[in-house]
């Protein structure tokens, strides 16, 4: 319980008035609202350019994907496409971007989804809110991962962002499977960094574009073999939970 407030003494209260000339008041508001308004637009801006980038790398790949088309998709200049960042990156801010409506962020619990799953209490409502998110992302962005390694392979640049990206990605995995050690729900007889990277490799792209794109699987098969994969590797027995 919060201590009580405490009501001051009349005797003892001194107010003291900060004045300020009207004139510089209505000179730092107008200031703070052009400065948020020109932040507005710019997100927007980059928000626009980041879908148009996204629907010409599914579309053509990465190598046949320029800057200039990427400007004339989104209606910028190709300067403004440029001051995006190198392709590379740009290419993957536009994954980032389809999958979870936002690009760069690091933590997932800073998410919708990843507050969603904090909130869940059951380990098996939450590795389906898992496997339905994943599969989900993969649904929006599997032909951009196709587009990613295949133009990796060509392009040094790409290969270290991809380097980099796969492993942000694996460290939004480890920090959800934190999650479920702490509440007593992942396997302990295996060490947790080798649960971490059979859930990355489970659940990775990779093998998405092989059992889907690869062998044909529909999106259905794919989530439940998934999620079977999930409880025979990762997740303790339910009669141990």
């Known amino acids: 319980m919060c201590p009580p407030r405490l009501r001051p003494s009349l005797d003892y209260v001194m107010v003291v ?10 000179k730092k508001t107008s200031r703070a609202y052009r400065s948020e308004l020109r932040q507005q637009q710019a997100e927007a801006t980059r928000s626009r350019i980041l ?3 996204a629907e010409l790398f599914a579309a053509e790949g990465y190598a046949r994907t320029t800057l200039a088309k990427i400007a004339a998709a989104a209606g910028v200049s190709p300067e403004t496409v440029q001051g995006q960042g190198p392709k590379a ?39 389906d809110f898992f496997v339905a998110t994943q599969a989900g992302v993969y649904e929006r962005t599997a032909h951009l991962a196709q587009a990613l ?37 992942v396997r302990g007889d295996v060490p947790f960094d080798e649960v971490v990277q059979t859930v990355a490799v489970l659940s990775g792209p990779e093998t998405f574009l092989r059992i889907v794109h690869g062998e044909g ?22 009669q141990a939970n």
Do not use: K
């Not at 008035?17 to 209505?26: D, G, K, L, R, Y």
């Not at 060509?154 to 920090?175: C, H, K, M």
């Open 17 to 26: 008035f900060i004045t300020m000339a009207p004139q510089s008041i209505s």
């Open 51 to 53: 879908a148009a980038a």
């Open 89 to 127: 990156a740009l290419f993957i801010a536009a994954i980032e971007y389809i999958a979870l409506g936002v690009a760069g962020e690091e933590n997932v619990f800073n998410l919708d989804a990843g507050r969603a799953f904090l909130a869940i209490d059951d380990c098996a409502e939450a590795v």
């Open 149 to 185: 390694f295949g133009g990796a392979g060509s392009d040094p640049e790409l290969e270290r962002y991809r380097t980099d990206f796969i492993a942000g990605v694996n460290a939004q995995i480890r920090r959800l499977l934190g999650v479920h050690r702490d509440r007593g729900w």
């Open 217 to 238: 699987w529909s999106f259905a098969a794919y989530r439940a073999w998934l999620r079977r994969m999930l409880e025979e590797t990762v997740f303790r027995p339910p």
